[in-house]
């Protein structure tokens, strides 16, 4: 899977926030205020809005076409250096026919956010660039209280440094996925509570593996299946997989269904390795690891490296994924690392 690595980003640049899906940006601009002030002021980035990003929620949900503009224009602004999602939501697939994926392959840029921003990811699959997979403005960057260090020196390194990525570690400081209501203002400065780390889980494999990395929001990429945006075996083959499920919960049952389909389409047999985002509230953990183990089992795969509880996802902090870039998986070490860097 060869895609274009885009351009770094320089102090002083500027970079467009979007909303595709949920518009809380509109919703709850103390948030969105926040989460912009600390691009500008920790990043030196200047800030601009797409034209319907802050929107209400309820324009944004019956304008899907609106939003899929806002994006092309976002693309198409030479201007714009990056990207980045406003938060997540459950529709960014109606905005699919109304995209043209050349725009997006001429015009190669960052693109950054997780969950429901999958289906955006995937766009970008198809027009061969590689996006990353990580937080949004009103989830990291506005972070209640203060952005965690650990946020901070990934977007530096990934987004920022055209070096190697390296090896990447579990937050020493521990996660949270603490829910303090955001349409309450007055707890915007409270900080959340942290859970100690327990490191993360090498559940299976006793080899070194190395493959580019694709994957997403597990009930996200379920709508995108049988679209034309679902990339075709050949783009699985020899992959890391990367995967994580929203603050919906799904229930360890879905796991094993979701599981056995990338079985029955050849994609797991085809994987070098899957790494697992820690689930919210760390709900499922255990119960999420036996039935990946119960699929791989039922596939003959004894010996596919499997990480869990990482990092990344619906937690908080987290490190970012890049589309295609080549990762490792060390399951002697028990180490994780990206071999390359995510911009240039």
């Known amino acids: 899977m060869k895609l274009i690595a885009p351009k770094k980003l320089s102090p002083g640049d500027k970079v467009a926030t979007i909303s595709m899906s949920w518009g809380a940006a509109g919703d709850l601009p103390h948030r969105y205020l926040k989460g912009k002030e600390r691009l500008n002021t920790i990043f030196n980035l200047e800030v601009t809005e797409t034209k319907n990003a802050l929107q209400s929620a309820q324009w944004i949900y019956n304008n899907p076409e609106a939003r899929a503009n806002d994006l092309m224009e976002a ?9 980045i999602s406003n938060i997540g939501g459950d529709d960014s697939i109606r905005m699919l026919k109304y995209i043209d994926v050349n725009i997006i392959k001429s015009n190669p840029k960052i693109f950054l956010g997780f969950s429901d921003s999958t289906i955006t990811h995937f766009m970008c699959l198809k027009a061969g660039l590689s996006s990353f997979y990580g937080t949004s403005l009103l989830v990291g960057f506005a972070e209640n209280s203060a952005m965690h260090n650990y946020q901070i ?15 990447i570690h579990p937050n020493p400081e521990g996660w949270t996925t603490e829910f303090l209501d955001w349409f309450d203002p007055s707890l915007q400065d409270i900080k959340r509570k942290l859970n100690p780390s327990s490191g993360w889980q090498f559940i299976r494999g006793n080899s070194v593996v190395q493959g580019p990395l694709i994957g997403g929001c597990m009930e996200v990429l379920e709508m995108l299946k049988g679209t034309d945006y679902w990339p075709d075996p050949e783009s699985w083959k020899d992959c890391i997989l990367f995967f994580e499920t929203s603050e919906g919960k799904p229930q360890p049952d879905y796991i094993r269904y979701w599981l056995r389909n990338y079985a029955a389409t050849g994609i797991l047999k085809n994987a070098k390795g899957i790494i697992f985002g820690r689930p919210y509230d760390n709900l499922y953990a255990q119960e999420y690891e036996t039935e990946l183990l119960k699929v791989l089992d039922e596939e003959g795969l004894y010996d596919l490296p499997v990480v869990t509880q990482m990092d990344f996802g619906h937690t908080c902090p987290t490190f970012t994924l890049p589309y295609g870039r080549l990762a490792e998986i060390n399951c002697i070490d028990q180490t994780f690392s990206i071999l390359e860097s995510g911009v240039i």
């Open 153 to 167: 020196d990934d977007i530096k390194k990934t987004l920022f440094s055209s070096t190697t990525i390296g090896q």
């Open 75 to 83: 693309f198409s602004d030479s201007s714009v250096k990056a990207i």
